[in-house]
């Protein structure tokens, strides 16, 4: 998917927020606006919006000297979800439909996302768990589960912290041994890295690669030859979050993309309300 | 009041919104949010946030050949609000406090403001008008009165189209003969020019002057000479809208500026929250 013109106001603010995040230096928020103002006035704007995050991102990192700048923010969504899981598992457990409400909880930890906004609540999260399990999922998820029925392996691509906690009742719900998570490569904004799935246990029940890159996203030119492999070879491909809807649209092959709806541009896109919880498929 | 960096994503945004409002052509709303991101790069933010807009319109006006591209939206403006003044002027007429009431709609008024937001609806004119009548109008009003009864002249710097009709409620509270109203002096926005104050009938109650400038906002240095010396001279200034209160909140002289609070910037700077309806004294 490419950067639309609407996309341009939203990544200026979010260089502002960012900046705030890693630094109490004015000089350095203004400094960080004004390159992104300028990066942004000669941008190819065939990129993805991940593309233009990532560069903000590593931007931030030189200036601020700051290499993970979210780590607090990223334990906090790692603890609050994993208190909401024994509840949220005995719920899929008892389920009419274990998959489908698996599936549902995943999509509503996608509400985890830092780059949309600056902050996200406890209530935000238990908000969008109650809408989870109440509203419509929209997509094709009957393709997605005879997809994971027949796949030997699939290739789960996961978002943010907090959220990948709430994965875990989604991948207990793929067939044992057959999953690998790829994590990003480095840290970058709140997504999860492979310090996070090691922290929530991830790593006890399935294979966890990281994808060599620090994009908010999966730009697969940007990841690693091991990873973009992998990727090629998988039965299945599912991925998670507005991100990896962003940067996988347009993907080489079908992909699962799961997320929360969080701006206008990307209900646009795909013809669905803002705050709609969407199965898309994509690609090839 | 200089440019805030919370107000650069905004400004990004008027430029995509104006963009749109001017040509349906997408290579000329991509130019201008280009010319916009490169201008602000390199931006003095301490330029008021009229002047960004002025730059933004005058650019606009040279790429589109379209000089007045908010005249059928000004038309609509002023004849919705044509058509509330005669039960809104019996309302004053009655009111225990006519003066506090006129200014009190003068204020709703300002809703109509298409530099904030692409459009505003007749039930959004109604809603502040409603809201106006029954909430408290924060800042020295008394002060205000005082200084309209002692004034010999007073200038009334108009702001928008409709805003304006109403503003003739509270004009026609200030003693007669004594007023004079200058609008702006090219089409910016929905700001209101001679040609409005002609159309609503303005001319006929008060002597009416252009300032010479097609700022949103009264940028003094932008100004004819003898917007200036009138500026500098009259016993007392009355300002309406928040572009004013932008560009003379750090006037050379006492200003009083009746204006809704439409951002979070302006709402940070004078200690109100968004929405509220303000008489703001301002100046030496």
């Known amino acids: 998917m490419r950067t639309a013109l609407d996309c341009v ?27 992104m103002l300028g990066w ?25 000297g700051v ?26 457990e008892a389920a009419e439909d274990p998959f ?17 906004r600056g902050r996200v609540s406890g209530d935000e999260v238990r908000g ?21 029925r027949s796949a030997r392996d699939i290739l789960y691509l996961a978002d943010n912290c907090g959220e990948i906690v709430l994965d875990r009742l989604l ?3 793929l067939p044992a041994g057959r ?20 922290a929530i246990g991830l790593t006890d029940i399935a294979a966890v690669i990281d994808n060599g890159s620090d994009a908010p996203g999966t730009i697969l030119d940007d990841c690693s030859p091991a990873f973009q492999r992998r990727f090629a070879e998988s039965d299945l491909v599912i991925a998670k979050g507005q991100g990896n809807f962003e940067s996988l649209s347009d993907a080489p092959r079908t992909v699962f993309i799961l997320f929360k709806v969080k701006c206008g541009v990307v209900a646009a896109h795909i013809g ?8 898309a498929r994509s690609g090839a």
Request: charged share 25%; aromatic share 0%; glycine share 4%.
């Open 9 to 35: 106001p939203c990544l200026v603010r979010q260089s502002l927020d960012a900046s705030r995040m890693v630094s109490a230096d004015p000089g350095v928020h203004e400094q960080m606006v004004r390159e």
């Open 40 to 64: 942004l006035a000669d941008a190819d704007l065939r990129d993805s919006p991940p593309r233009m995050g990532q560069r903000l991102h590593q931007r931030l990192r030189e200036v601020s």
């Open 67 to 92: 290499a993970d700048a979210y780590r607090e923010a990223k334990d906090l969504h790692n603890a609050l979800a994993a208190s909401l899981l024994p509840d949220l598992r005995a719920r899929v």
């Open 100 to 116: 489908d409400l698996a599936v549902r909880l995943a999509i509503a930890g996608n509400v985890i996302d830092l780059g949309v």
């Open 128 to 148: 969008s768990i109650e809408q989870a399990l109440s509203e419509p999922v929209t997509g094709p998820i009957d393709e997605l589960r005879d997809a994971v």
């Open 171 to 173: 991948i207990e719900q």
């Open 179 to 198: 999953v690998t998570v790829a994590v990003r490569g480095a840290p970058i904004l709140n997504d999860a890295t492979m310090a996070d799935a090691r």
């Open 272 to 279: 669905e309300p803002e705050g709609s919880h969407v199965v």
